[in-house]
C-alpha cells in the first residue's frame, strides 16, 4: 500500500528558529508532490508542487526538497514567524494511483511569540 | 472573491436526510474532486471529475454520489445521511495533464454534522 507520513505530528519553536517538516514515502514512482497549509477550520492552500525531475523548489522563506530515490521530501522555513503556525500537509501522487493524491496526516506547526 | 467556492459552509442534519454540497469554480479547470477530512485519517479521495463527462470513484464513494453539471459546477450528494458521514468536505480542483494532476486548488470547505 502506498503511504505518505509526516513526522512529527507537532512542532512548537520560538519566533526566528529555521525549521524543517518531514515528509516519507513508501514508493519511489511518483509524479510530483506538494505541500499544503491548512489554518483550523479552513481549506488548503497550496505551497510548493515539486515535479518528480526537480530536486528542490523556493518561495520566499520556503524551501521544499525531494529525494525520490530515498522516498523523503522535507519543507524548510527560514526565520519562523507566529503567523507560519498551521498545519502542513504533504501530499504525493504516485505513479500507479489512477492520478489520485495521497496525503500524509500533516505537522501542526506552533511558532510562540 | 474565492477560485473555489463550496456551499454551504456549514450544515447541521438528522440521519436519512438527503444532503447536497456544492462547489463551483473560477479557475477554468477541467479536474474536479472531492475530499473527505477527519481527525487521525487526514484527507480521503470520495470521487473525482477529470472532464464534464467523466465521473471516478475514489477511495471511499459509498454512500457517496457526485454530479458534474457543468466545467466549474461538481456537487455532492449524501442520498441517507448517517453519522459516521460527520466530516470537513473539500472540494479541489487542478488543471489537465497527460494522466498527471498538476497543482490542487482547494475550496474552504463545508463542515457536516449528522445527527
Known amino acids: 500500500k502506498q503511504e505518505v507520513t509526516q513526522i512529527p505530528a507537532a512542532l512548537s519553536v520560538p519566533e526566528g528558529e529555521n525549521l524543517v517538516l518531514n515528509c516519507s514515502f513508501t514508493?519511489?514512482?511518483?509524479?510530483?508532490l506538494q505541500w499544503f497549509r491548512q489554518d483550523p477550520g479552513k481549506g488548503l492552500t497550496s505551497l510548493l508542487l515539486?515535479?518528480?525531475?526537480?530536486r528542490e523548489q523556493t518561495s520566499g522563506r520556503l524551501n521544499a526538497s525531494l529525494d525520490k530515490s530515498s522516498g523523503r521530501s522535507t519543507l524548510y522555513i527560514a526565520a519562523s514567524q507566529p503567523g507560519d503556525s498551521a498545519t502542513y500537509l504533504c501530499?504525493?501522487?504516485?505513479?500507479?494511483?489512477?492520478?489520485?493524491?495521497?496525503f500524509g496526516e500533516g505537522t501542526q506547526l506552533t511558532v510562540n511569540p | 472573491d474565492a477560485d473555489v467556492t463550496q456551499t454551504p459552509r456549514n450544515r447541521i442534519t438528522k440521519t436519512g436526510k438527503r444532503i447536497m454540497l456544492e462547489c463551483s469554480q473560477t479557475?477554468?479547470?477541467?479536474?474536479m474532486y472531492w475530499y473527505r477530512q477527519d481527525p487521525g485519517l487526514g484527507l480521503q479521495l470520495i470521487y473525482y471529475?477529470?472532464?464534464?463527462?467523466?465521473?471516478n470513484k475514489g477511495e471511499i464513494s459509498d454512500g457517496y454520489s457526485v454530479s458534474r453539471q457543468a466545467q466549474a459546477k461538481f456537487s455532492l450528494s449524501l442520498e441517507s445521511a448517517i453519522p459516521n458521514q460527520t466530516a470537513l468536505y473539500f472540494c479541489?480542483?487542478?488543471?489537465?495533464?497527460?494522466?498527471?494532476?498538476?497543482?490542487?486548488?482547494f475550496g474552504e470547505g463545508s463542515r457536516l454534522t449528522v445527527l
Open positions: 514508493d519511489s514512482a511518483i509524479y510530483n
Open positions: 471529475s477529470f472532464d464534464v463527462k467523466d465521473i
Open positions: 479541489a480542483t487542478s488543471e489537465a495533464g497527460t494522466g498527471v494532476s498538476g497543482e490542487l486548488f
Open positions: 515539486i515535479q518528480s525531475s526537480q
Open positions: 501530499a504525493v501522487l504516485f505513479e500507479t494511483s489512477g492520478s489520485r493524491l495521497t
Open positions: 479557475k477554468g479547470h477541467d479536474r
